[in-house]
């Protein structure tokens, strides 16, 4: 069980090797990853296609980690029951594509899964006020969302103290996670501003040492 103040790595598996993903999902947890993280993207809210509720399913059965899937994709609740169905440990909706965001949340939750919110870098803290006692986890997009490999955007690191604020506030352990650029050279300045759980791709799948280096080399930073 993960506990509210550890260190959670998430390694995305958007940059994962899709020809062998089992072994990738593999080298993760032998390398000592928390989570798996899922980009689900449609085309539409996002540039860019990637994982439906099949590939999630495949997920499942190769590793025993919790999946932590981050929905970039329009009217997201026609497809939570597919994803819950599938696997996920935790379904991640961005604040963008929800107009009912509460009916949604508790929707995730009626499903069995965990509930996450998130924003784009040009939506504010402040939507997610009234649902924070609602989330599990905060995810702060420190990229816009789409793609892999993408610079980091420091002017995130306000946001991100800010909704530590706002969680301090109200005493709640919800995750605060980042995603975008997350690099052993980035990650102390995300830590130091409140953030408890990182994604990232590249610098773990691309890592020169390969994945499991990549894995001690933020855990270390
Ligand atoms: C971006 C995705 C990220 C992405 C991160 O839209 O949500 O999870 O895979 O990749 P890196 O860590 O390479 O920036
Ligand atoms: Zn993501």
């Given at each position: 069980?993960?506990?509210?103040?550890?260190?959670?790595?998430?390694?995305?598996?958007?940059?994962?090797?899709?020809?062998?993903?089992?072994?990738?999902?593999?080298?993760?947890q032998?390398g000592?990853?928390?989570?798996i993280?899922?980009?689900?993207?449609?085309?539409h809210?996002?540039?860019?296609?990637?994982?439906?509720?099949?590939?999630?399913?495949?997920?499942?059965?190769?590793?025993?980690?919790?999946?932590?899937?981050?929905?970039?994709?329009?009217?997201?609740?026609n497809?939570?029951p597919?994803?819950?169905?599938?696997?996920?440990?935790?379904?991640?909706?961005?604040?963008?594509?929800?107009?009912?965001?509460?009916?949604?949340?508790?929707?995730i939750?009626?499903?069995?899964?965990?509930?996450g919110v998130?924003l784009?870098?040009?939506?504010?803290?402040?939507?997610?006020?009234?649902?924070?006692?609602?989330?599990?986890?905060?995810?702060?997009?420190?990229v816009?969302?789409?793609?892999?490999?993408?610079?980091?955007?420091?002017?995130?690191?306000?946001?991100i103290r800010?909704?530590?604020?706002?969680?301090?506030?109200i005493?709640?352990?919800?995750?605060?996670?980042?995603?975008?650029?997350?690099?052993?050279?980035?990650l102390?300045a995300?830590r130091?501003?409140?953030?408890?759980?990182?994604?990232a791709?590249?610098?773990?799948?691309?890592?020169?040492?390969?994945?499991?280096?990549?894995?001690?080399?933020?855990?270390?930073?």
């Amino acid at each position: 069980m993960d506990k509210p103040d550890s260190l959670i790595i998430a390694p995305s598996i958007l940059s994962a090797n899709f020809a062998n993903l089992g072994a990738d999902l593999a080298a993760c947890q032998a390398g000592g990853a928390n989570w798996i993280h899922v980009d689900v993207m449609d085309g539409h809210f996002v540039p860019n296609m990637t994982i439906g509720p099949l590939v999630l399913e495949a997920c499942r059965r190769s590793t025993s980690l919790p999946l932590d899937v981050h929905l970039m994709i329009q009217t997201p609740e026609n497809l939570l029951p597919a994803f819950a169905q599938a696997g996920a440990t935790r379904l991640t909706v961005h604040v963008e594509t929800c107009p009912h965001l509460h009916r949604t949340l508790q929707q995730i939750k009626s499903l069995g899964a965990l509930a996450g919110v998130t924003l784009n870098p040009a939506t504010p803290a402040l939507l997610l006020k009234e649902v924070l006692p609602l989330v599990d986890l905060v995810l702060v997009m420190t990229v816009n969302p789409g793609f892999g490999g993408q610079a980091f955007l420091p002017e995130m690191l306000p946001k991100i103290r800010e909704i530590r604020q706002m969680l301090n506030a109200i005493g709640s352990p919800t995750w605060l996670q980042v995603d975008g650029g997350v690099s052993a050279e980035t990650l102390p300045a995300l830590r130091e501003a409140g953030a408890t759980a990182f994604v990232a791709g590249n610098a773990i799948f691309k890592h020169p040492q390969g994945i499991a280096a990549g894995i001690e080399a933020l855990r270390r930073a």
